[in-house]
């Protein structure tokens, strides 16, 4: 008989999100050895392996049930399943709920010698992004017809070597903002940290172990594993 594959759980192998998330798991009780090459890390004390993996394949790991378990901001769990959909590939998962971290907001900005009084002034306008669907579908819902310079990261640099005339990325203090000499002027989505899960069913073994994780997680203060699926409170929700 096959062995009853172990509850896979993928988290961000390194960037901000990495440190955060081992942490989070050993304070669920998951014993786990972490070394910078190995990928796939395999409780101690529980039937769990650890993927870790860039943030931004997650949410497609387990949309398309390659693991169970998935945590990353909402960010990215929405721009991938807007590009999911329309590529028409599977974008369904659970919200299990989320973790109280992360927090920050996906915002427009423009130079600070820009005229900006409402969106209007982005009519035309060229603005950089790592987030192409969620701008998308914003300028869409404002009425905007700008056009969308796709770039993988370094965004705030586009303005100063005019590649773009704004740029729509990720902001929670503003510093890096401020330093680029550049304003927030429109919000596009608040994001957190949560954790999702694939739509399919769990072993009983598996589903019993995420509920020991899920219960442990409650009983930390700051991290409520609580709502149950708000999925279509996110913009690129069904
Ligand atoms: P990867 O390179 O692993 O695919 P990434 O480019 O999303 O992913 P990070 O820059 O480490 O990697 O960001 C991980 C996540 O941290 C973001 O998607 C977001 O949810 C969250 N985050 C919280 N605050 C910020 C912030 N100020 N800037 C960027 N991301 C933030």
């Known amino acids: 008989m096959e062995p009853d594959p172990h509850l896979r759980i993928a988290i961000q192998k390194s960037g901000r999100l990495s440190d955060v998330c081992q942490h989070l798991l050993w304070k669920a009780g998951i014993n786990l050895l972490f070394s910078e090459r190995t990928l796939v890390v395999t409780s101690s004390n529980h039937p769990i392996d650890v993927v870790r993996v860039r943030n931004s394949d997650i949410p497609s790991l387990v949309m398309e049930g390659n693991v169970d378990?998935?945590?990353?901001?909402?960010?990215?769990?929405?721009?991938?399943?807007?590009?999911?959909?329309?590529?028409?590939?599977?974008?369904?998962?659970?919200?299990?709920?989320?973790?109280?971290?992360?927090?920050?907001?996906?915002?427009?900005?423009v130079p600070t010698n820009f005229a900006f009084t409402d969106l209007s002034c982005l009519q035309g306008c060229r603005i950089a992004t790592s987030y192409p669907m969620l701008l998308k579908q914003y300028l869409h819902l404002h009425d905007v017809h700008a056009d969308i310079v796709p770039l993988t990261g370094s965004v705030e640099v586009a303005p100063s070597i005019g590649m773009a005339d704004a740029i729509c990325d990720l902001v929670s203090t503003g510093a890096t903002l401020t330093s680029n000499h550049l304003v927030e002027v429109a919000q596009?989505?608040?994001?957190?940290?949560?954790?999702?899960?694939?739509?399919?069913?769990?072993?009983?073994?598996n589903a019993h172990t995420l509920s020991a994780i899920l219960k442990r997680l409650n009983g930390i203060s700051g991290q409520a594993v609580t709502s149950p699926d708000h999925a279509h409170h996110l913009p690129g929700s069904a």
Do not use: P, W
Not at 89 to 104: D, H, P, R, V
């Open 69 to 109: 378990i998935g945590v990353t901001g909402e960010n990215m769990l929405c721009e991938k399943r807007l590009q999911r959909l329309e590529r028409n590939q599977k974008a369904g998962y659970t919200t299990l709920g989320y973790l109280g971290f992360g927090q920050c907001r996906l915002s427009i900005a």
């Open 188 to 205: 596009v989505m608040r994001s957190q940290v949560l954790m999702i899960k694939h739509l399919g069913k769990l072993s009983d073994r």
